[in-house]
């Protein structure tokens, strides 16, 4: 469904003539990444920070344009599909939302309607039901009139899930979904993103630094580090105690856990820089 | 020391007029440098116009030795050396001078403070209205010593004000909007003349109503609804420049055809007046009073 | 009819009958009692008419630009806030109204003398400089080649008020003192206009201005939630923010030009619309035009009648409402 073609994104570089001079050592970008996401699978980027998680995914979503190769969507090439007609087919969820005004949790996921009405069209009828159903789906409808500031970051991140949804687009990306939430809420969001998953056949490309979220939520994994992809494949394939070695210099145990019915790692210890 | 080893009596004489010199030195300490100053200035700076033709006008003028940056009257200033304003005065070049009278304006306390500091007495300029011309006039005669001319040229300029008061006595005044600013060709920002100052003493030496006589201020910002409701029957319009081309003089006078309910619109009484001695509390008021006579009176004074 | 559709009808016939109370109520208040039915009596040719000209030539242009000036730096100030993500954003913060007062003072303290097609120097050059700061900014803000950052705009915006600022004072330093009273004058701010012409100047740029704001309100939903949410519910965030910016900035411009820098419309009328209505910008921009026409105008008529017969410059009104809106902001949120 969602395709990278060795995908490179470097700040500051329009051309490939500023690709060979270098990146800001700073900001990280991605290098020669390609991946593939088919249709009702659950994706994860996995990486530390600085890994060019972030950057990838807004290159996957069309909010960046690589700087080389191209991303393409059922085939179309990303950058030629007109922005609203993206907007109702890819959906992204950030890491954080801060409101600049007071606008009420119905108005945010409201919101996500937008791509859908034309330049002057006000919300009709459809739209409210479209929006309440995602409400639903995210647990929120309770939230509806209040103000989305004085939510909790828990209840924040569901509803911002919920306008996207309203979006009703086949893909959802999210970043770091559970970065700066309580353990509670973190496997809520997941358990949430796999039945949207099951339930709705939603596509799901999730970047996260969290090892067992992403062991227990993700299908497949694509490995970065420092811009780099370090390997991709099945969960049980990819997610090794090499691979974490290689991308956190961490000794970890990984294993099957039979009572959980998924993979579980447990970080052990940090090894040394070579 | 005295030398009156000779004589006993001539000697206690000498004495006590040593002691009491010395005594009186001693008590008048530091009163002695005015009392030194009381010769008469002889280096004079001016920060002030109006004083500065003043001077010229006392037989001083030769003791003038710097003048403010506005100052264009007499032409003999032209060729002395500038030393700011109101806002900018420039103290160095002042006491560059060595000026022994600064003549300053009231307000300038800093500068008075500072001249004071470095031993340099002030002449302290307050203008105020009409009467405060002449007031000026004289005490600066006793301050330079020349008080009979002083006497002379305020007595002058009083008489022709009589004299341009009492011939227009006759006629009735009329109401007069007295216009010291406004935004060129527009009707914004009009800034008249108040009931107060010596613009609005000229207007009554003239034979003129002020229709805002009742505001006790030297100016103020109007509405044109203000102008529309006080109906003056002539507007006077102050200019600090040279007389200009006839073609700006039309279209200035022109701005004002909108408010063809004003009587002077209507009658075609908008007069506009050009010169620098306008906005200058000087000696030549009697010239501005001439002026405003002649546009409010013009079959008493000629054209 | 949907939640939006109601309250934006709503709320625009109720600000704006308000609106419309106070054009046709404020010609009729002022210092001088006047005479309605002599004002309107055609028997009475209108040249000779004090009454009809009082209200016609001297009051209506007036309310008429309060009104034009107080919804465009209402509209003007939701925009600035939407685009800086900041609630404390005013049309002023981005220097345009610097720049306005730079050409102001310039034309005179020079006494500039020329008149284009009914626009005296002092608004035009007014007017342009208005747009020099825009250039300026803007093209500060695209110096580095990442597009559009909303905070090097910032950054800009506050250089150049500085820099400016201190031009204009060196001006006003090194100028006439008669010329002094004139540039006070003008800087605090005075709808006094004294004819239509003016007013006809200001509505090209204010329309152009407003026609753009019609096209945003969605988008500065959008953008409160963050630059990247936006770009990914389809809006084209660099495009947006250079509309929302340049017709910002186009209807300060105008505003300014027309009636000086006018403080605190473009802060506390967005602040009580967004109390009143809400956060959805459909219904804060075309709210905020009209309450701030029918604000300003009302803040015209106290500076008109507070000190008879002199009349204060409608910016000192404006102040000082709004030392103690900001007091009462700062004691709410406690």
């Known amino acids: 469904m969602l395709k990278a073609d060795s995908v490179t994104y470097i700040h500051g570089a329009r051309t490939t003539d500023d690709l060979a001079k270098g990146s800001r050592a700073d900001v990280p970008g991605v290098r020669d990444v390609s991946l593939t996401v088919e249709r009702g699978a659950i994706i994860g980027l996995l990486g530390p920070n600085g890994s060019g998680k972030t950057t990838l995914l807004r290159v996957l979503a069309g909010v960046l344009a690589p700087t080389a190769g191209r991303v393409t969507l059922d085939g179309v090439n990303l950058a030629s599909i007109a922005r609203r007609e993206r907007a109702r087919r890819i959906a992204v969820v950030p890491q954080e939302t801060h409101l600049a005004f007071d606008f009420s949790v119905r108005e945010v996921v409201l919101m996500g309607r937008y791509p859908h009405l034309g330049a002057f069209e006000l919300e009709g009828p459809h739209d409210l039901v479209v929006a309440r159903d995602a409400l639903a789906a995210t647990g929120t409808e309770h939230l509806e009139h209040r103000p989305f500031a004085t939510l909790s970051g828990g209840e924040k991140q569901r509803v911002v899930i919920a306008s996207a949804l309203a979006q009703q687009a086949d893909l959802l990306l999210l970043d770091e979904p559970t970065a700066s939430l309580d353990l509670g809420y973190q496997l809520a969001i997941a358990s949430l993103v796999a039945r949207l998953n099951r339930e709705r056949g939603l596509t799901v490309v999730v970047a996260t630094h969290d090892l067992n979220f992403a062991a227990g939520l993700c299908g497949s994994l694509v490995l970065l580090r420092g811009g780099t992809m370090l390997g991709s494949g099945p969960t049980a394939e990819t997610l090794t105690a090499a691979s974490i070695q290689a991308l956190y210099d961490v000794d970890a145990r990984v294993w099957f856990d039979q009572g959980a019915g998924r993979i579980a790692v447990l970080p052990i210890e940090k090894t040394r820089h070579v | ?303 | 009819m949907s939640d939006v559709r109601r309250r934006l009808f709503g709320w625009t016939a109720l600000l704006g009958a308000v609106a419309l109370a106070a054009i046709v109520g404020a010609p009729l208040v002022g210092t001088t009692r006047i005479n309605l039915a002599r004002a309107f009596d055609s028997a009475v040719p209108f040249a000779d008419n004090v009454d009809a000209q009082i209200l016609f030539i001297a009051r209506l242009p007036r309310v008429l630009a309060a009104a034009l000036v107080g919804a465009a730096l209402a509209a003007a100030g939701v925009v600035f806030q939407a685009l800086l993500r900041n609630p404390l954003a005013t049309p002023f913060t981005l220097g345009v109204s610097a720049g306005a007062a730079l050409g102001a003072v310039l034309a005179i303290s020079l006494k500039l003398q020329v008149s284009l097609w009914g626009v005296s120097a002092v608004t035009g050059a007014s007017f342009a400089g208005s747009l020099g700061a825009v250039a300026i900014v803007y093209a500060l803000a695209r110096a580095r080649h990442q597009g559009f950052s909303t905070n090097v705009l910032l950054l800009a915006g506050v250089t150049l008020n500085s820099f400016f600022s201190a031009l204009i004072l060196f001006v006003q330093y090194i100028a006439d003192p008669n010329e002094t009273v004139q540039t006070l004058r003008w800087l605090m701010g005075d709808l006094g206009v004294a004819g239509y012409g003016p007013i006809l100047a200001a509505l090209p740029p204010t329309i152009a201005a407003f026609v753009a704001f019609a096209w945003l309100p969605k988008t500065m939903n959008l953008l409160s939630l963050g630059a990247d949410a936006a770009e990914s519910r389809g809006v084209d965030v660099a495009r947006a923010q250079r509309v929302a910016f340049f017709a910002a900035s186009l209807a300060t411009g105008a505003a300014v030009s027309l009636g000086g820098p006018i403080g605190f419309i473009g802060i506390i009328v967005p602040h009580l619309v967004r109390l009143l209505v809400g956060a959805d910008h459909r219904i804060v921009l075309p709210a905020a035009a009209l309450l701030g026409a029918a604000f300003l105008i009302g803040c015209d008529v106290v500076a008109r009648l507070v000190m008879a017969p002199v009349e204060l410059p409608v910016g000192i009104i404006t102040s000082m409402i709004g030392g103690p809106f900001f007091l009462w902001l700062l004691v709410r949120q406690r």
């Open chain 2, 1 to 303: 020391m005295i030398g009156c080893l000779d004589s006993r009596s001539l000697c206690r004489g000498r004495i006590l007029a040593a002691v009491f010199v010395i005594a009186l030195v001693a008590a008048t300490g530091d009163r002695i440098a005015p009392i030194a100053a009381q010769r008469p200035p002889q280096r004079i700076v001016s920060l002030v116009p109006s004083v500065t033709e003043m001077l010229f006008l006392i037989d001083a003028g030769a003791r003038v030795v710097g003048v403010s940056s506005f100052d264009h009257f007499p032409a003999d200033v032209d060729r002395l050396p500038r030393v700011g304003a109101l806002m900018d005065p420039d103290i160095e070049k002042i006491l560059s001078l060595r000026p022994d009278l600064v003549i300053t304006y009231g307000s300038q306390q800093d500068l008075a403070t500072r001249l004071a500091k470095a031993s340099v007495p002030v002449f302290s300029y307050r203008h105020g209205s009409l009467g405060d011309i002449t007031v000026t006039l004289r005490e600066l005669g006793r301050r330079l010593g020349s008080t009979s001319q002083a006497e002379n040229v305020a007595g002058r300029i009083e008489r022709s004000l009589d004299d341009i008061r009492r011939r227009v006595s006759i006629e009735a005044r009329p109401r007069v909007l007295l216009v010291i600013g406004r935004e060129p060709r527009s009707l914004r920002a009009i800034n008249v003349g108040g009931g107060y100052g010596f613009l609005h003493d000229l207007l009554e030496v003239a034979g003129g109503t002020n229709v805002f006589a009742d505001v006790k201020r030297e100016s103020l910002l109007v509405s044109t609804e203000t102008i529309l409701s006080r109906a003056p029957d002539v507007i006077l319009e102050l200019h600090y420049t040279d007389t200009p081309s006839p073609t700006f003089v039309e279209r200035e006078r022109a701005t004002w055809s909108v408010l063809s309910a004003v009587p002077a619109v209507k009658h075609g009484r908008v007069e506009l007046l050009f010169g620098e001695e306008l906005v200058l509390p000087g000696p030549r008021v009697v010239v501005t009073a001439a002026a405003f006579a002649r546009v409010l009176h013009p079959s008493l004074m000629g054209r």
